[in-house]
């Protein structure tokens, strides 16, 4: 079953989505490993990249197993994200995709992310800008919730940003179906997606919102045609997500929890990687969160995940593989689903490490 963005093809209607704090190039890697054939950074600001400051080498940093890749660029101002978005380009991305989704509230008055789809006329400049700048061959795509709220005028601009990417040659869309005001409260509308997709029938959406588990993305796919689901909270801690997705999508039923060796390897490839890329002291703080998720599928979860919550070197980790992961067993299914603890609301909504 494969579906194309632009020229890229995917064998999977899968995709590890971007989640700032989140999917660096570890977790895109060990996505990858489990099935995924496409990711996306976390929302980079446009600014940090052009001022390529502390963070940026971090910000860009991919290689040649992580692709295709999509940077997601985050920012105000048209000329500003035009740059970036040659920067993004220049550095090898296979895609760059917009955030006009963000919920994060305006920082200095500026309006960015989300709050493009109060400002119809700034969120244009911005495609316009980005497409003038990059070569006629390069892959854009743009990234939006379904509305800034909920009334007829939000969705009335919704629709007018999108018909304009799609003019602008854009290849994609991913849609988010809560609202900014929403942020992450309710559940996602998946009858908007439904509408979105018979709107454009023959342009390629990307459908996010409530995707907790392998069955929640199948169930999208069928429910609301869109071509591709965006795979976010579900797979923190959880890179079996994709692997599970396309073998439900194969007809097979029986999906036994990921074991103990299969926990124990990703968990070690996932923090080397991060070790590579962020050193000790920032890996640690970010397989924190990460390793508190991986436990869910631990029959021991509630112990384990507290001495994740412990964790604070390289020996406090590697002491918690040891003690929980050495022998083999069968895994569980976590009880509860992952949207608990991981919100985006007190996030700066763009990486700056
Ligand atoms: C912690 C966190 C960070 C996020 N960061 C980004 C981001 O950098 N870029 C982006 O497009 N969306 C970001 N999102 C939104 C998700 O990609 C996704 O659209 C949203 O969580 C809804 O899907 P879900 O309900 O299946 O998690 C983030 C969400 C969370 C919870």
Not at 86 to 101: K, M, P, S
Not at 154 to 163: A, E, P
Not at 240 to 264: C, H, M, N, T, Y
Request: include cysteine; hydrophobic fraction near 40%.
């Amino acid at each position: 079953m494969s579906v194309r963005i632009g020229p890229i093809v995917l064998n999977q209607p899968i995709c590890q989505a971007g989640l700032a704090g989140y999917s660096d190039r570890a977790m895109r890697l060990v996505a990858r490993r489990h099935g995924c054939p496409y990711a996306v950074t976390e929302a980079l600001l446009d600014t940090i990249l052009l001022n390529g400051g502390q963070g940026l080498r971090k910000s860009l940093d991919i290689n040649d197993d992580d692709h295709p890749v999509a940077g997601q660029l985050i920012g105000a101002d048209a000329d500003s994200m035009a740059s970036a978005a040659q920067i993004l380009h220049r550095h090898g991305y296979d895609v760059i995709d917009l955030n006009f989704a963000c919920p994060v509230k305006k920082i200095k008055n500026k309006s960015r992310g989300g709050h493009m789809l109060l400002d119809t006329d700034r969120a244009i400049g911005i495609l316009k800008a980005v497409r003038d700048a990059l070569p006629p061959s390069a892959t854009t795509t743009l990234s939006l919730r379904r509305g800034f709220d909920d009334s007829a005028q939000s969705t009335d601009r919704f629709y007018r940003i999108l018909q304009t990417a799609w003019e602008y040659d854009f290849a994609a869309a991913r849609v988010h179906g809560r609202t900014v005001e929403q942020k992450y409260l309710g559940r996602s509308n998946w009858d908007f997606l439904a509408q979105v997709k018979r709107t454009f029938p023959d342009r390629v959406i990307l459908g996010s919102g409530d995707l907790f588990c392998a069955q929640d993305a199948v169930r999208m796919l069928h429910q609301t045609g869109v071509d591709i689901v965006w795979i976010a909270r579900g797979a923190i801690g959880n890179p079996w997500i994709f692997r599970d997705v396309a073998k439900l999508l194969a007809g097979e039923k029986d999906l036994p929890p990921p074991s103990i060796a299969e926990q124990r390897e990703a968990l070690s490839e996932h923090f080397s990687i991060a070790m590579q890329i962020h050193g000790e002291q920032l890996a640690g703080r970010r397989m924190r969160k990460m390793g508190i998720k991986y436990a869910r599928f631990h029959p021991d979860a509630q112990q384990v995940k507290q001495q994740f919550i412990e964790v604070r070197s390289l020996r406090d980790w590697s002491a918690v593989l040891q003690q929980w992961y050495a022998t083999d067993a069968p895994g569980v299914w976590p009880v509860a689903n992952a949207a608990d603890e991981v919100n985006e609301s007190d996030l700066t909504c763009a990486a700056t490490s």
